[in-house]
């Protein structure tokens, strides 16, 4: 691998190495067997998974976040493995009552009914925007695009911003998470990240639905 990085003019910096890598081992077809996720995760397009990622403009926090997510290493309770820990959700939803379904990755993001109206909101726009209908695994991995690189991107953004307010502000309630999105929306647009129609038809209608 040393000579090959080499002989490639790979730089010596771990990002620069890490992002070949990537590239090379999980982008780009070879004949090496896939780590555990990517070979239990049936109908994942990994190489349109990996591309969003790559592609987001985050910071470092969320970043992690998102490669923790396509990854199934966010610590939700299924996965924790302390002695007498309760691997049910547990989440109340706005009547009080209490979801007591083991608490996975795809339960926490997408299938629990007191997420339901976020993850079918998100869902929607990922059709209207996109043109095309995603599954639930399809959404979780961010293994969605279209010929519109333009329009991949920022929904992309959008999904995992979405699933970062969920997991780390524990917010439930769909107004609030996606009222969050458009401030993070706005803020990045004046401090120069985002050109600034880039998020203009996506912003208007989170601002009208919600």
Same mark, same amino acid.
């Given at each position: 691998?040393?000579?090959?990085?080499?002989?490639?003019?790979?730089?010596?910096?771990?990002?620069?190495?890490?992002?070949?890598?990537?590239?090379? @081992? &999980?982008?780009?077809?070879?004949?090496?067997?896939? *780590?555990? %996720?990517?070979?239990?995760?049936?109908? !994942?397009?990994?190489? +349109?998974?990996?591309?969003?990622?790559?592609?987001?403009?985050?910071?470092?926090?969320?970043?992690?976040?998102?490669?923790?997510?396509?990854?199934?290493?966010?610590?939700?309770?299924?996965?924790?493995?302390?002695?007498?820990?309760?691997?049910?959700c547990l989440?109340?939803?706005?009547?009080?009552?209490?979801?007591?379904?083991?608490?996975?990755?795809?339960?926490?993001?997408?299938?629990?009914?007191?997420?339901?109206?976020?993850?079918?909101?998100l869902k929607?726009?990922? @059709? &209207?925007?996109?043109?095309?209908?995603?599954?639930? *695994?399809? %959404?979780?991995?961010?293994?969605?695009? !279209?010929?519109n690189k +333009?329009?991949?991107?920022?929904?992309?953004?959008?999904?995992?911003?979405?699933?970062?307010?969920?997991?780390?502000?524990?917010?439930?309630?769909?107004?609030?998470?996606?009222?969050?999105?458009?401030?993070?929306?706005?803020?990045?647009?004046?401090?120069?990240?985002?050109?600034?129609?880039?998020?203009?038809?996506?912003?208007?209608?989170?601002?009208?639905?919600?």
């Amino acid at each position: 691998i040393l000579v090959e990085l080499k002989k490639m003019d790979v730089g010596s910096s771990s990002k620069e190495i890490y992002t070949y890598l990537l590239k090379k @081992l &999980v982008r780009d077809k070879t004949s090496l067997i896939p *780590s555990r %996720i990517e070979r239990r995760m049936q109908g !994942v397009k990994w190489s +349109k998974s990996f591309n969003n990622l790559h592609k987001l403009r985050f910071s470092p926090k969320e970043k992690e976040f998102a490669f923790m997510l396509i990854q199934d290493l966010i610590p939700v309770n299924a996965r924790l493995h302390r002695k007498n820990s309760d691997h049910r959700c547990l989440r109340n939803d706005f009547g009080g009552n209490q979801c007591l379904e083991i608490q996975d990755r795809m339960h926490f993001f997408i299938n629990c009914r007191v997420i339901h109206e976020t993850a079918a909101f998100l869902k929607h726009l990922l @059709l &209207v925007f996109l043109g095309k209908q995603f599954n639930r *695994s399809e %959404i979780l991995h961010l293994s969605f695009s !279209v010929v519109n690189k +333009k329009t991949t991107a920022p929904m992309a953004w959008v999904t995992v911003k979405c699933f970062f307010k969920m997991f780390h502000a524990k917010e439930i309630d769909r107004k609030v998470i996606f009222r969050e999105i458009i401030w993070d929306m706005d803020l990045y647009k004046d401090i120069g990240i985002f050109k600034v129609d880039e998020f203009k038809d996506l912003r208007a209608f989170i601002i009208e639905n919600v």
